[in-house]
């Protein structure tokens, strides 16, 4: 079973920056895709970032790209989000995700590749 355990959320005030951490528990993290999503009240679940095993292939969604850096430490079987500028429409909450069945060198946009989740963790951005 793997758990996944986000941490780095909270309240900061618009553009500030934070960065989510995701520790995961097994010893094959290295081969599991990787990807942060986020919910907003009402809306639905969408990814933010996500990440190959091998940390070599990457993607953003649009709302994303230039602002947030997702990056993982296999050796520490932790991946990180950095989000920079924060602005009112980032408040969510934000959940880490792994895709075992990506292997090593693939990721996915959709939530429905990824098998396990952490508990999410909150981010408010004040304006």
């Known amino acids: 079973q793997v758990q996944l355990v986000e941490s780095g959320g909270g309240l900061v005030q618009a553009g500030g920056s934070l960065r989510l951490s995701c520790a995961v528990s097994?010893?094959?993290?290295?081969?599991?895709?990787m990807g942060w999503f986020r919910q907003a009240p009402g809306k639905e679940r969408e990814i933010v970032a996500a990440?190959?095993?091998?940390?070599?292939?990457?993607y953003y969604a649009d709302s994303a790209t230039g602002q947030f850096t997702i990056s993982r430490d296999n050796a520490k079987n932790t991946v990180y989000l950095q989000m920079n500028s924060l602005k009112s429409e980032d408040t969510a909450v934000y959940y880490c995700?792994?895709?075992?069945?990506?292997?090593?060198?693939?990721?996915?946009?959709?939530?429905?590749?990824?098998?396990?989740w952490g508990q999410g963790t909150q981010v408010t951005v004040s304006s």
């Open positions: 995700a792994a895709a075992p069945k990506l292997g090593m060198t693939r990721i996915s946009r959709s939530r429905y590749e990824y098998d396990y």
């Open positions: 990440i190959s095993g091998t940390g070599g292939i990457t």
């Open positions: 097994g010893r094959t993290f290295s081969r599991y895709a």
